[in-house]
C-alpha cells in the first residue's frame, strides 16, 4: 500500500499536474491539503475517472484537505478533536480496506507566523491537539499513518540554509519541541527510517530561486505508529514534480507499506 502526502496549493489551479501524478506514480491513498475551495468546488469526477475515491474537508479560499484513495474507505472522520471553535479545515481521517486496515489522516498543520502572536499560539494549541488524538489512535493498537505538511522543520539538517530559518515559526525550540511530544509517543518518520541522510527537501519557495539553488526545507511528514512501522517496506519524494509545469511549491512524501 503506497500512501503519499502532496500539499498541492489549490486543487483548481494544480488539477493538471495532480492528475498527471496520480496517472504516472499511481499511489494508492493520496495525502491532501491545501486544496482551497469548499466540498463542493472539488473536482471530484476529474479525480474519480482515475480510480480514486474522493473524501474532503474544505474550506473557501484557505487550507482544506482531502484523502484519495483506490481502495475502500470507511469511518470518515473530519475535523482535529480539542476544540469547538476551530473553524479551520485541517484533518481528515478515514480506514483504508487493503489486506491490512490502515487508519490514515491528511493533515495541515498551522504555520504559526508570525511568532510570537495569535497565530503561533495557535500552532502549538493545535500540536498539543494532534499528540492528543495521536495517543487516542495508540490505544487502539492498529496501524496508522499521520501525514501532511506539518509545517515543523524537525532538524536543521532538513534546511539548505538553516540559520535563514531561526526565527521562523517553523524552527522555533518551541515548534520542534511540541512536534518531538508527539514523535515521542512512539511513532516513526517514515521517509527518515529509510533515509536518514541530509538534502532531502520537501518544499522550495516560488521566490529568489530557490528551487534552481536547492534551497529547500524538509516539511512535509509521514509519521507512522508503530504496528504500521513495522509494514514499511519503502520510503521516497517525487522530487521531480517541482520542476514542472505549475507546479505546487511542495512536492509528494511517500512510503510504502506491506498492507
Known amino acids: ?25 499511481r499511489p494508492d491513498v493520496a495525502l491532501l491539503q491545501e486544496i482551497k475551495t469548499v466540498d463542493e468546488g472539488f473536482p471530484r469526477e476529474a479525480i474519480e475517472d482515475l480510480g480514486y475515491r474522493v473524501e474532503t474537508h474544505g474550506q473557501k479560499g484557505f487550507n482544506g484537505v482531502a484523502i484519495l484513495s483506490r481502495l475502500p474507505l470507511e469511518d470518515v472522520v473530519r475535523g482535529l478533536p480539542g476544540d469547538e471553535g476551530d473553524e479551520q479545515a485541517r484533518w481528515i481521517e478515514a480506514t483504508v480496506i487493503g489486506l491490512k486496515a490502515v487508519r ?6 498551522p504555520n504559526g507566523n508570525p511568532a510570537p502572536g495569535p497565530k503561533y499560539d495557535y500552532k502549538l494549541a493545535w500540536l498539543a491537539r494532534a499528540r492528543e488524538r495521536a495517543a487516542e489512535l495508540l490505544l487502539q493498537e492498529e496501524p496508522f499513518v ?44 517514515g521517509l527518515r527510517a529509510r533515509h536518514p541522510e541530509p538534502g532531502l527537501y520537501s518544499f522550495w519557495d516560488f521566490q529568489a530561486w530557490a528551487w534552481e539553488k536547492n534551497n529547500g526545507i524538509l516539511i512535509d511528514h509521514l509519521l507512522l505508529a508503530p504496528q504500521a512501522a513495522d509494514l514499511l517496506i519503502g520510503a521516497g519524494i517525487d522530487k521531480d514534480m517541482r520542476g514542472r509545469t505549475k507546479p505546487s511549491d511542495h512536492v509528494p512524501v511517500w512510503v510504502e507499506l506491506d498492507a
Request: proline content about 3%.
Open 104 to 109: 490514515v489522516v491528511a493533515l495541515y498543520a
Open 1 to 25: 500500500m503506497k500512501i503519499a502526502t502532496f500539499n498541492i496549493n489549490g486543487i483548481k489551479a494544480r488539477l493538471e499536474a495532480v492528475s498527471t501524478w496520480l496517472g504516472e506514480e
Open 146 to 189: 499521520l501525514g501532511g505538511d506539518w509545517n515543523v522543520i524537525e532538524q536543521d539538517t532538513d534546511a539548505a540554509r538553516p540559520e535563514a530559518w531561526r526565527e521562523d515559526a517553523l524552527a522555533l525550540p518551541d515548534t520542534r519541541a511540541a512536534y518531538r511530544r508527539l514523535i515521542n509517543l512512539g511513532l516513526t518518520n
